[in-house]
């Protein structure tokens, strides 16, 4: 009963204007509204940021709260309905990810792999370096796929992986041969 008492007095003082008092309304809510939002994401979704908007929104609205109702449940109200906008943002850009993902790779790939075939022949050392600097599972992909002109889907199936996460580590194994190349000299920033 004393924690809802220093929690109505907390309200009472934050709607007087005292927005210092507004923390320890977050101390006493913060585990309840986690807990809505960590059960209503997706693991890997961003709940810190979610937790922090639905203090913020009610921050905002708290003139609009009635004093003497249940404050618990108009927080936990507000933290259900900003994780389940989130929950449907992250949804849109899976959906996204996954309709277009692979045709954005594809035609990066396609640009970076032009580019590599067409590099002079006094840069090979400097790649051949940047190539052996890369980690052993990272490495072993490259030399398969531009070495031995192995494609993806087999290099996935080979590691019992999808296609899309062998293009996945040529894509971040080329950005760092094009750190290392740039560090080198080899390549201007930006290219």
């Not at 009963?1 to 204007?17: E, F, T």
Request: charge should be positive.
């Amino acid at each position: 009963m004393k924690a809802m008492d220093d929690l109505d007095a907390a309200i009472r003082q934050v709607q007087a204007g005292d927005r210092d008092a507004y923390r320890v309304v977050v101390q006493r809510c913060e585990a309840t509204v986690r807990l809505v939002v960590a059960a209503a994401l997706p693991p890997g979704a961003p709940i810190d940021d979610v937790v922090n908007e639905v203090f913020l929104t009610a921050y905002l609205k708290l003139r609009e709260y009635e004093r003497g109702t249940d404050f618990a449940a108009w927080v936990r109200s507000i933290a259900w309905h900003k994780a389940q906008n989130e929950r449907r943002r992250w949804r849109r850009n899976r959906a996204r990810e996954e309709a277009f993902g692979g045709e954005i790779l594809e035609r990066v790939a396609a640009d970076v792999d032009a580019g590599m075939r067409a590099l002079r022949a006094d840069l090979y050392r400097p790649l051949r370096e940047c190539v052996q600097a890369l980690a052993p599972a990272a490495r072993a992909i490259v030399e398969k796929h531009y070495f031995h002109e192995v494609a993806c889907s087999d290099i996935g199936r080979a590691e019992g992986r999808p296609e899309g996460w062998a293009r996945l580590v040529l894509f971040r194994a080329r950005e760092a041969i094009a750190r290392c190349l740039r560090s080198k000299g080899v390549m201007a920033e930006g290219s």
